[in-house]
T-cell receptor, first 115, second 115 residues
């Protein structure tokens, strides 16, 4: 059974810092990995999707990397801003014939960027 | 930009009552999902739906739950007899089903409160 863990559980940084969020998963047989952002009481916004064959994916100030064999992904946020404050979720889609895109989520990292 | 919509945003019901949560997936998507998030816990997969039938369901998705695509646009989750522990945020998601990407897009959620 796939388990996804995110470290740290919470992170507080001053504006302008570069930061790294970590995600690990127990079963390396995945199709892809998605990073989401969740604002309090809101839905999930997809930030980046990395295919299992890719090593990294970039969108603006965000860069996500994937090391499938070791079961790890990182989300790098450059030059953080107060508007980046949110919970960041990592989710994996398992490979395998019985999976139709079910995502398994980590518990999230709560990020606070203070001015 | 196309988005997944959900109604209502908040539903309050009495224990034992039936509720129907509604979702309108992105129009050209083929795969549909329901997830839930109990306050303070991980986002959990409930069910996936493709070609008018359930393709996968979790152990949470017991006989009290059902899903339906009653027309070409709506996708519903019905809970027949709600329990206190069904109180959660319920998210609908959709994807285009492409096995290379299958990026899932989430709606804003319905907060279900069972009293």
């Amino acid at each position: 059974k796939q388990e996804v863990t995110q470290i740290p559980a919470a992170l507080s940084v001053p504006e302008g810092e570069n930061l790294v969020l970590n995600c690990s998963f127990t079963d390396s047989a995945i199709y892809n990995l998605q990073w989401f952002r969740q604002d309090p009481g809101k839905g999930l916004t997809s930030l980046l999707l990395i295919q299992s064959s890719q090593r990294e994916q970039t969108s603006g100030r965000l860069n996500a990397s994937l090391d499938k064999s070791s079961g790890r992904s990182t989300l790098y946020i450059a030059a953080s801003q107060p508007g980046d404050s949110a919970t960041y979720l990592c989710a994996v889609r398992d490979a395998g014939g019985t999976s139709y895109g079910k995502l398994t989520f980590g518990q999230g990292t709560i990020l606070t960027v203070h001015p | 930009e196309p988005e997944v919509t959900q109604t209502p945003s908040h539903q309050v019901t009495q224990m034992g009552q039936e509720v129907i949560l509604r979702c309108v997936p992105i129009s050209n998507h083929l795969y549909f999902y329901w997830y839930r998030q109990i306050l303070g816990q991980k986002v959990e997969f409930l069910v996936s739906f493709y070609n008018n039938e359930i393709s996968e369901k979790s152990e949470i998705f017991d006989d009290q739950f059902s899903v339906e695509r009653p027309d070409g646009s709506n996708f519903t989750l019905k809970i027949r007899s709600t329990k206190l522990e069904d109180s959660a945020m319920y998210f609908c998601a959709s994807s285009d089903g492409g096995r290379r990407t299958n990026e899932q897009f989430f709606g804003p959620g319905t907060r279900l409160t069972v009293l």
